[in-house]
């Protein structure tokens, strides 16, 4: 069982950057992803999560209308678009499941499978 993020970079303020993450090892549509990030000294928190039948929901009022979450299930991957970036959503982004199909509760204790993570610095 393996997620792999990937497209972080470095961005200048009100910029976009999409993410991507690749399952494999399992059966991807049948599960929920999440999508979390950690800045320097702070804790681990939800962004964004999406259900195995496409539903979506969204943990953080600052990236609502910003950030957009969705799959492909024919490729197993799961992408966060992230649109009009700002200094503060500089952070590692991870991506996880916590082997349900639907997004119950976007908190990392409830996660059990996470990727390596990917850098996203956004600049003023």
């Known amino acids: 069982v393996q997620l792999v993020e990937s497209g972080g970079g470095l961005v200048q303020a009100g910029g976009s950057l999409t993410l991507s993450c690749a399952a494999s090892?399992?059966?991807?549509?049948?599960?929920?992803i999440g999508w979390f990030r950690q800045a320097p000294g702070e804790e681990r928190e939800g962004v964004a999560c999406?259900?195995?039948?496409?539903?979506?929901?969204y943990s953080l009022d600052s990236v609502k209308g910003r950030f957009t979450i969705s799959r492909d299930n024919a490729r197993k991957e799961v992408y966060l678009q992230m649109n009009s970036l700002k200094p503060e959503d500089t952070a590692v982004y991870y991506c996880?499941?916590?082997?349900?199909?639907?997004?119950?509760?976007?908190?990392?204790?409830?996660?059990?499978?996470w990727g390596q993570g990917t850098q996203v610095t956004v600049s003023l």
């Open positions: 999406i259900s195995s039948s496409e539903g979506s929901t």
């Open positions: 090892g399992f059966t991807f549509e049948n599960y929920a």
């Open positions: 996880a499941t916590d082997d349900g199909t639907v997004c119950a509760r976007l908190h990392p204790v409830v996660f059990d499978i």
